[in-house]
């Protein structure tokens, strides 16, 4: 149930919001936790249908689960108990849906359930790795370290995805201008000209006449086109989302040339670290390796590391299948690997394999940024070059007569 509420802080300055609760002496129980004295408390009114918020838009982001277990921790070291720090945490929470879940997982604290089964109950916000360390924390009575760790794990994830994306943006752009300038070249510019080169008598160079026959067939065809676009647009949307889809996919991505590798390098460092982090957290190696597959984020890795899953409970080494894929894991990773099973610090290995390749990944980003800029200048130049020679080809002709 939703709340509207009006309360004075500690400095008597007036706060108007709204607080959700299993009923309304919950919610002033959760306001007075919060070091607010209520004035009006009522039950909030249904809304109409065009006033709902749209949850499609409330997702909850890497950040704010980063900031929830960063905030979840402190509050916890502070000695405040885990109940109140949820409730807290609820109240200021901003994302409407992300609010709801915490208020869920603070009833389910209340009612006597442990922390990492409340996590389990949204499973599509906390990940396997998650609720995994949460559990760790809470059997060995270090819950605020996992969870301290848990918020720093997700900020190196977050500034790697970002890293990764941020440089996607620069070619994505130049992209999507690039098309909008041949759009106005080829439905304005073209029909313009082509009017007064026809109109000279002349025979039209060959480069000519097919940017005119491109243009005439875009302007009388663009249905078909964006019909064509909408059918394979919608087929390739529910094909992705197959498992024979997402493999064929997930394996062209490391397939190209330049992306390929970098992407390699982010899922191997992935890798690596949740593995290093549940391996020292005490979970056993065979259920760390299947939460590593679960979270490594790409089908082919997933299948190698059940893969090596299978082979561990039959008492053979990590290592050993990492040797039979050398294209997805590198003799540098499988020798750092091999190194920590046989010394006993498979943790300690894993994670100078991290701290490298977190190295290589910012080295490729930069690198790929420094190749990827000039050729898309030259590509776009080649292809506006183009557009602007058939134009200027006949009128060179006649000047020449």
Avoid at 138 to 144: D, H, R, V
Wanted: charged share 20%.
């Amino acid at each position: 149930m939703k709340f509207n509420y009006q309360a004075r802080d500690a400095k008597g300055q007036t706060q108007i919001g709204q607080v959700e609760a299993s009923s309304q002496d919950a919610a002033l129980e959760v306001l007075s936790r919060s070091s607010l004295y209520v004035t009006l408390l009522e039950e909030a009114a249904k809304k109409p249908v065009y006033a709902k918020r749209i949850s499609f838009f409330e997702k909850v982001s890497v950040k704010d689960v980063m900031l929830f277990s960063r905030q979840l921790a402190i509050m916890f070291k502070s000695q405040v108990s885990l109940l109140e720090a949820l409730r807290t945490l609820a109240v200021q929470t901003k994302n409407q849906s992300f609010k709801e879940k915490i208020f869920d997982m603070a009833e389910q604290v209340e009612a006597g359930t442990p922390l990492s089964q409340a996590l389990a109950l949204h499973s599509a916000i906390f990940s396997p790795f998650y609720i995994a360390m949460a559990k760790s924390g809470e059997a060995s009575g270090t819950l605020a370290k996992s969870l301290e760790y848990l918020a720093d794990h997700l900020s190196r994830e977050y500034e790697l995805t970002s890293r990764v994306r941020g440089a996607l943006v620069y070619p994505a752009f130049v992209v999507a201008v690039a098309f909008l300038v041949l759009f106005l070249m080829m439905f304005f510019v073209i029909p313009n000209m082509t009017k007064v080169l026809e109109g000279l008598g002349q025979q039209l160079p060959l480069l000519t006449r097919i940017v005119i026959s491109t243009a005439d067939f875009l302007r009388s065809k663009w249905w078909l086109l964006l019909l064509l676009l909408a059918l394979s647009g919608t087929f390739l949307f529910r094909y992705v989302r197959t498992p024979e889809g997402k493999r064929f996919l997930n394996s062209a991505f490391l397939s190209f040339p330049l992306l390929g590798p970098l992407l390699s390098m982010v899922y191997l460092a992935r890798f690596a670290e949740n593995l290093s982090t549940l391996v020292a957290g005490g979970i056993p190696i065979v259920q760390a390796l299947d939460i590593t597959g679960s979270v490594v984020g790409n089908t082919v890795y997933r299948k190698i590391i059940s893969e090596a899953r299978d082979e561990v409970k039959k008492g053979r080494n990590i290592s050993e299948v990492l040797q039979r894929h050398p294209k997805e894991f590198p003799p540098l990773f499988t020798q750092m690997v091999l190194v920590g099973e046989k010394s006993g610090t498979l943790d300690t290995s894993l994670l100078n394999i991290v701290e490298f390749y977190q190295k290589e990944v910012a080295r490729t980003v930069d690198s790929f940024l420094s190749l990827i800029e000039p050729m898309l200048i030259v590509v776009l130049g080649l292809m506006i070059g183009g557009l602007m020679a058939s134009v200027l080809l006949p009128l060179y002709q006649i000047s020449a007569l």
